[in-house]
């Protein structure tokens, strides 16, 4: 700060409180609500202050779910979106590590070519091919299953440049010394480089979970099967429902406990989500 | 492109350690998105038995169709009023939270978790706040004079979306206009300062300025977002409705083409929306060029 401003330290202070709650709002909205009574909602407007079935409601919500409205219990909800944000994440990070491994590491022909095929998935998100990639995982028998949730959405080029960019920063000695002593490449990947990228890929981990587990359109296109539904997309179908027939006391539950993982995830690791936020953007 | 100097020789084990990640590129992205091209040539009849090269005649349909044009339009309000609300909003609390050093990183935490929500979640918190009959919006609004109903006004409806979008994204567009204001050299603030400007003076003239680079690069980004990441606060609350107000593109082919199935249109928007984001990526690419240098 350049010159002592009390006054001016106090505006500050009160636009970012006021800024905070501003963005806490809603949320706090939703954890009230998740803790009223079933009949609260039909009279009129919301409390501001927490009632006193939070217990009833997140039980009912993780247990039986709002069968009326087709959705599936949240606990099992929860632990699909677990399972495919994690098979995401690895699956991501796997083949990126790999495919920068070849392009820094190995001079062959194509090389390029390769690089720009896997350049071009930037350009083609899931919104703007919906149909013909729902045909190809039709095909392929990937329907309602986890394979289908994971493998069509773990090409990433964001983490092959982010790796090749950091490969490209490991000094050469340590490939010649490796040499030297006889490592083959899958040795000095193995031993070498992958501890080296240790940093970088738990920083990427924080992003692709956070990707991973909020997924929407993908799931809400190849699942039918209710055994397969995930958090995120399951909420959809309990607001539809809820604004003939209000449950919102449930389906505030169900939002909270579908966005705490991953603001988890963030509060947690914050110094990793940000370094892997500004790098995977260079 | 560079390799390291030197490299493992090896004939076979660079394409086997390519192969996972261009076999998911090739079968889940390159292929679908040439069958949308293919598709987009060609027009079905209405039981799907048959089809025929139509030529660019579902690009000039599109473009004769009032619902598409005003899909285009509504997009372009949504892209532009999330872009602006998010990012000033973002830029007011990171130029306030530079300013102070001790509270610096509680402020932001208490700012970056929103990026984890999903933009559906986002839009069904919003949706719930606002909701015309027990939300606490609605109640203030109407305390006010504004009887607020998203269900029946298309305008409330796209504020709603709006703010709800532009919400999730505050975080992001936090986080890098911080970033770069950390990396303005102090001493241009200090001789500013000596010369007797004030904060605000010094923002404007010295700050801003410094900063356009960092804008310029989260424009592109708030645009990619409001346009691309955006289906699912569309549809958890307004489903594209009342009356169209708020049918965006990505949301719009989804309708044509999944729930209504008629695949030459929906493969043509699809087309068009692909020409969209090369277009965006170019330009973010080339920006991203300019980003560092200050």
């Known amino acids: 700060m350049v010159e002592h401003r009390p006054w001016g330290n106090l505006f500050a202070h009160s636009i970012l409180i006021l800024g905070v709650a501003l963005v806490l709002f809603p949320v706090y909205i939703a954890i009230v609500a998740s803790t009223q009574g079933p009949g609260e909602f039909l009279r009129g407007t919301l409390p501001l202050v927490p009632g006193s079935h939070a217990l009833d409601n997140y039980r009912a919500m993780w247990e039986t779910g709002l069968s009326r409205a087709g959705a599936p219990p949240a606990g099992q909800m929860l632990w699909n979106s677990l399972v495919m944000a994690l098979a995401i994440t690895f699956g991501k990070l796997s083949i990126s590590l790999l495919s ?12 390029l070519f390769f690089f720009w095929i896997i350049f071009i998935t930037l350009m083609l998100p899931v919104e703007v091919r919906i149909i013909p990639t729902f045909r190809v995982v039709a095909d392929l028998g990937m329907l309602n299953s986890f394979a289908g949730l994971s493998i069509p959405l773990i090409a990433s080029a964001t983490a092959t440049f982010l790796f090749r960019q950091f490969f490209m920063t490991v000094p050469e000695e340590l490939l010649e010394a490796a040499r030297v002593d006889g490592a083959g490449p899958l040795k000095f990947f193995k031993d070498i ?12 981990f924080v992003i692709m979970f956070i990707y991973g587990w909020n997924q929407y359109l993908w799931p809400l296109l190849i699942t039918t099967d209710p055994d397969y539904y995930t958090i995120v997309m399951g909420l959809q179908r309990m607001t539809t429902a809820a604004d003939g027939d209000p449950q919102w006391h449930l389906v505030m539950a169900a939002v909270v406990m579908a966005a705490l993982p991953p603001v988890l995830v963030i509060l947690f690791m914050q110094r990793l989500f940000v370094k892997g936020l500004t790098e995977t953007e260079k | ?10 004939r076979w084990l660079p394409y086997a350690l390519l192969a996972p990640q261009v076999i998911v590129t090739l079968v889940f992205f390159i292929w679908p998105a040439s069958q949308a091209l293919y598709q987009s040539l060609l027009r079905e009849d209405a039981f799907g038995l048959s089809s025929s090269f139509v030529g660019l005649a579902n690009f000039s349909r599109l473009f004769d169709d009032a619902y598409y044009l005003n899909s285009l339009s509504v997009t372009a309000v949504f892209a532009i009023g999330t872009t602006l609300l998010s990012m000033s909003a973002a830029l007011l609390l990171a130029a306030t939270v530079n300013r102070l050093l001790r509270s610096r990183d509680a402020y932001t935490t208490l700012l970056v978790w929103p990026y984890a929500i999903a933009p559906a979640i986002a839009g069904v918190l919003w949706w719930f706040i606002f909701n015309p009959s027990i939300g606490i919006v609605p109640y203030v609004l109407d305390m006010l004079g504004y009887r607020w109903n998203h269900r029946t006004s298309g305008t409330d409806a796209m504020l709603l979306v709006i703010i709800a979008a532009a919400w999730k994204q505050i975080a992001y567009n936090f986080l890098f206009f911080l970033a770069g204001l950390q990396s303005i050299p102090q001493s241009l603030i200090e001789a500013a300062a000596i010369d007797g400007a004030g904060p605000v003076k010094r923002f404007w003239t010295i700050v801003f300025p410094l900063l356009t680079p960092t804008t310029f690069f989260l424009l592109v980004v708030n645009v990619v977002y409001a346009m691309f990441d955006t289906f699912g606060v569309i549809h958890a609350t307004t489903q594209g409705g009342p009356a169209q107000a708020t049918n965006i593109l990505v949301y719009k082919v989804y309708a044509d083409g999944f729930v209504g199935m008629n695949i030459g249109s929906s493969a043509a928007q699809s087309v068009i929306l692909m020409a969209i984001v090369i277009a965006l990526t170019v330009i973010q690419f080339r920006f991203i060029e300019r980003r560092v240098n200050y």
């Open chain 1, 193 to 204: 480089l992958l501890p080296l990228s240790v940093t970088n890929i738990a920083a990427l």
């Open chain 2, 1 to 10: 492109m560079q390799t390291k100097r030197m490299t493992f020789p090896g």
């Open chain 1, 100 to 111: 920068a491994f070849a392009i820094v590491y190995f001079r062959f022909p194509f090389r």
